[in-house]
């Protein structure tokens, strides 16, 4: 019995010693509190801290670094603590992509990206130590990612509704138009008559994500208890700053 269990230790230890050796893929996770997958990333990318519970491998080399603590399980059963050293979420912009990012109070220099990074999730403005990158291309709003990433926005149930939410979606959106105006964003569609087709609103959810909504009433007029109104704008710095 004793080995039996030996053994089994042996294993375990072994495959989770392999996978992390494993590389990952290019945007794909390769760190992170709880994560056991792969570690390495592709020749010339590095892998980028985004949170404590996610890094993810970018093109280009490290710029910095920082120490992320996680929980770990001994062969005794005793609980430690072991630290890695990781990349701090520098991403680099590439080539014909942009950022995208709020420019008015509360949310001055929030970006766009995803709840987790590079998931199908509810459109936020978050981080720049997170902030996703971007191109509008044939009226759709791609987020970069592995597959990409769409920006859908919700149907108008009725006429009284003035806040429609954006999310992200693995397909590409069947209506409704995202362009530039200048260096703002907009979202139109036929069926509704917008006044300013650049207002949006960040409204925090009860778990603290600024979740983004198309406003379909005048900017910084009759806006939702709990909201803000917002411009959101493109910004082709090399990296994304506060």
């Known amino acids: 019995m004793v080995r039996s ?3 089994c230790i042996t294993v375990a230890l072994t495959f989770a010693y392999v ?4 590389t990952a893929s290019q945007y794909g996770q390769c760190g992170g509190i709880g994560w056991a997958g792969a570690t390495l990333c ?16 970018l093109p280009g080399g490290a710029t910095g670094t920082a120490t992320v603590t996680s929980s770990s399980v001994s062969t005794s059963g005793s609980t430690g603590t072991s630290t890695s050293t990781a ?28 709840i987790t990074p590079g998931n199908v999730t ?22 970069e990612s592995t597959p990409p990433l769409y ?7 009725n ?20 362009d530039f105006s200048g260096d703002t964003i907009e979202w139109s569609i036929p069926t509704i008559d917008r006044p300013q087709l650049n207002a949006w609103l960040v409204c925090p959810d009860s778990d603290g994500n600024n979740l983004l909504f198309v406003n379909l009433g005048y900017y910084d007029y009759e806006t939702p208890t709990g909201c803000a109104d917002e411009t959101i704008h493109f910004y082709t710095g090399a990296t994304a700053v506060p």
Not at 42 to 57: F, I, L
């Open 5 to 7: 269990y030996k053994i």
């Open 19 to 22: 996978n992390a050796q494993s």
């Open 42 to 57: 592709p020749s010339g990318w590095s892998c980028n801290v985004v949170n404590a519970y996610y890094s993810q491998c």
């Open 87 to 114: 990349p701090v979420a520098t991403s680099t912009l590439l080539p014909g992509n942009s950022f995208i990012r709020s420019v008015e109070d509360p949310y001055f220099h929030y970006y766009l990206q995803s």
């Open 122 to 143: 509810a459109a936020i403005m978050g981080s720049y130590t997170s902030a996703a990158q971007f191109q509008v291309t044939g009226g759709q709003l791609i987020q």
């Open 151 to 157: 920006a859908t926005v919700e149907d108008r149930a």
């Open 159 to 178: 006429s009284t509704v003035m806040q429609l939410g954006v999310s992200w979606s693995d397909t590409p959106a069947t209506s409704g138009t995202f």
